[in-house]
């Protein structure tokens, strides 16, 4: 199975900078790395994707290790609406994707 | 563009009775299409997928089952719920190539076995 680490829990202030780690230490060459968020009685929503090099988008960039067994998400100025949780998974060519529990992101204010 | 619907959005239902949630997906062609479910607290336990139609993984022992009678549509089925099936269901599809499609997710639905 595609299994991934994070920690269960993390804070951080609004307009500061969150850094999300993300471990995945058994995934394979060709397994992209995504990312995806979940408000409260909503669907994940898809935040950001990558295999090697890091990756920007317009919600946030995306580091990954040189060994690819891990990861790390950047919201580059958080804010109250970023608060959720966090997926961090992949996906081997059997086409599944393994959730774990997620990173519970709060923002304070 | 691109949409995904699933209803319906809340159910309650009796132990015992059967249960039908259905998916659909306009706007793309031979999605592969994702069952979930996500119990309170807990993270997203895949139930089914299907890359085409007729199609269909069960990815955990239970009594359900998923269905696709159509290219975009996928439909959760159970003749008998049991109090354990309570949870938030969601549909997801996704295209492309398998490693790098974004999932796209339906609204979800609550079901609530009583």
């Known amino acids: 199975d595609a299994k991934t680490t994070q920690p269960n829990s993390m804070e951080s202030n609004e307009e500061e900078p969150v850094h999300l780690p993300c471990n995945h230490s058994?995934?394979?060459?060709?397994?992209?790395i995504h990312w995806y968020r979940q408000l409260p009685s909503q669907g994940p929503e898809y935040v950001i994707h990558?295999?090697?090099?890091?990756v920007n988008n317009r919600m946030a960039s995306l580091a990954i290790a040189e060994d690819r067994k891990s990861s790390t998400l950047i919201l580059h100025r958080a804010t109250l609406r970023d608060a959720a949780v966090y997926y961090c998974?992949?996906?081997?060519?059997?086409?599944?994707?393994?959730w774990g529990l997620g990173t519970s992101l709060a923002v304070n204010p | 563009s691109q949409t995904i619907h699933q209803w319906p959005a809340t159910l309650v239902q009796p132990v015992g009775s059967p249960l039908s949630l259905e998916c659909t997906v306009e706007?793309?062609?031979?999605?592969?299409l994702y069952w979930y479910r996500q119990a309170a607290g807990r993270g997203l336990q895949l139930l089914f997928y299907?890359?085409?139609?007729?199609?269909i993984s069960s990815e955990v022992p239970q009594n359900l089952s998923a269905s696709r009678p159509q290219d975009r549509q996928f439909i959760l089925s159970s003749k008998k719920l049991l109090l354990s099936d309570s949870g938030f269901y969601l549909c997801?599809?996704?295209?492309?190539?398998?490693?790098?499609?974004?999932?796209?997710f339906g609204e979800g639905s609550r079901l609530t076995v009583l």
């Open positions: 990558g295999l090697t090099s890091n």
């Open positions: 299907s890359v085409g139609i007729g199609q």
């Open positions: 058994t995934i394979s060459g060709t397994d992209y």
């Open positions: 998974i992949y996906a081997g060519n059997n086409r599944k994707l393994i």
């Open positions: 997801a599809w996704r295209t492309g190539q398998a490693n790098t499609g974004e999932l796209f």
């Open positions: 706007g793309t062609s031979n999605p592969n």
